[in-house]
């Protein structure tokens, strides 16, 4: 029943743009993707479905499912990630400072972590079907020394944010907060977290920051192909415990990634794109 579906919203034309210069990685869109296995697709866009049967019958499994879109609504976000002439996905510019900062009218979100975390690895592999935009990965910690705007269109804006903890720029508070408490179409910060070490002290430091903001959050996991079952789910446990019982502002849902296998990639497109109004969700008797 789930190629069925699969194939029903993967008819040929669902692209919407030319073959670009450099190769698209084979699992950066949907499309791709359906030429696995059933299981292995429902792993790639529900990485939480490959860990729910080693967890204990009494864990509530609610909070790991408010966001659980069709799988139209995941190639309609997808579309949005393809760059053409009249929806161009391109790099804008950077910021050492608030007064730097351009002033951009459409929504935006920004992605905060621990320096090492995989941020930009993560969105790299987001704008992975436009492989021709220069997401610069760099295996040395503490790479990204300033605040990198990505436009999508006139649809949203990400912004690749410096990493904090070993080797953050030394002006980061002065650099990142005035952003946070002041950007007025800042729609969501992603904070995100090493799944296969858990929360840092640093990371908790950054909870409370984003707490202080109130503005709305949510927690990825990233690296969930760096460690086993066990640990990954020890770590997520405890990481659910902290959000349910010290944040407020947080979105009670973490997203599971693999910048590396593509595990949660296409879902985590679709929040983006939901939360900032790109496209209206058509089932949302899941959510």
Same mark, same amino acid.
């Given at each position: 029943?789930?190629c ?9 034309g669902t ?14 869109s949907?499309q791709?993707?359906?030429l696995l296995?059933p ?9 939480f ?5 080693y967890?204990d019958r ?14 139209e609504?995941?190639v309609?976000?997808e579309?949005?990630?393809?760059s053409?002439?009249s929806?161009?996905i391109d790099y804008?510019t950077s ?13 935006e ?8 975390v995989g941020k ?20 040395t ?20 944010m410096?990493g ?7 002006d ?16 969501r ?15 908790l @430091?950054? +909870?409370?920051? %984003?707490e202080e903001?109130r ?6 996991v &990233?690296?969930?192909?760096? !460690?086993g ?5 020890t ?8 959000v349910?019982?010290h ?6 849902q ?6 590396l296998?593509?595990?949660? @990639?296409? +879902?985590?497109? %679709?929040?983006i794109?939901?939360v900032t109004?790109?496209i209206?969700? &058509?089932d949302t008797?899941? !959510?």
């Amino acid at each position: 029943m789930f190629c069925l579906h699969l194939s029903r919203w993967l008819q040929p034309g669902t692209q919407v743009c030319c073959v670009p210069r450099r190769s698209v990685h084979k699992l950066a869109s949907v499309q791709k993707a359906k030429l696995l296995s059933p299981k292995k697709v429902q792993s790639l866009l529900y990485p939480f479905s490959e860990l729910e049967a080693y967890l204990d019958r009494s864990v509530d499994r609610t909070q790991f499912q408010h966001f659980h879109p069709s799988l139209e609504d995941i190639v309609k976000a997808e579309k949005l990630f393809y760059s053409s002439p009249s929806h161009k996905i391109d790099y804008y510019t950077s910021a050492e400072r608030m007064d730097h900062v351009p002033s951009l009218n459409p929504p935006e979100v920004c992605f905060i972590g621990r320096s090492n975390v995989g941020k930009s690895s993560l969105i790299k592999a987001l704008f992975s079907l436009t492989p021709e935009l220069e997401v610069r990965v760099s295996k040395t910690p503490g790479h990204t020394k300033k605040m990198n705007f990505f436009r999508v269109g006139r649809a949203f804006t990400v912004v690749d944010m410096p990493g904090y903890g070993h080797r953050a720029p030394k002006d980061f508070v002065d650099m990142v907060e005035p952003y946070l408490y002041t950007r007025k179409n800042l729609v969501r910060m992603f904070l995100l977290v090493d799944g296969s070490v858990g929360l840092q002290d640093a990371d908790l @430091i950054a +909870l409370e920051m %984003c707490e202080e903001i109130r503005r709305p959050y949510v927690i990825v996991v &990233t690296k969930i192909d760096k !460690c086993g079952y066990g640990t990954l789910l020890t770590n997520l446990m405890n990481l659910q415990d902290v959000v349910k019982t010290h944040t407020t502002s947080c979105f009670p849902q973490p997203f599971l990634v693999s910048s590396l296998h593509f595990w949660g @990639i296409y +879902l985590l497109r %679709c929040f983006i794109t939901h939360v900032t109004g790109s496209i209206s969700l &058509t089932d949302t008797t899941q !959510c």
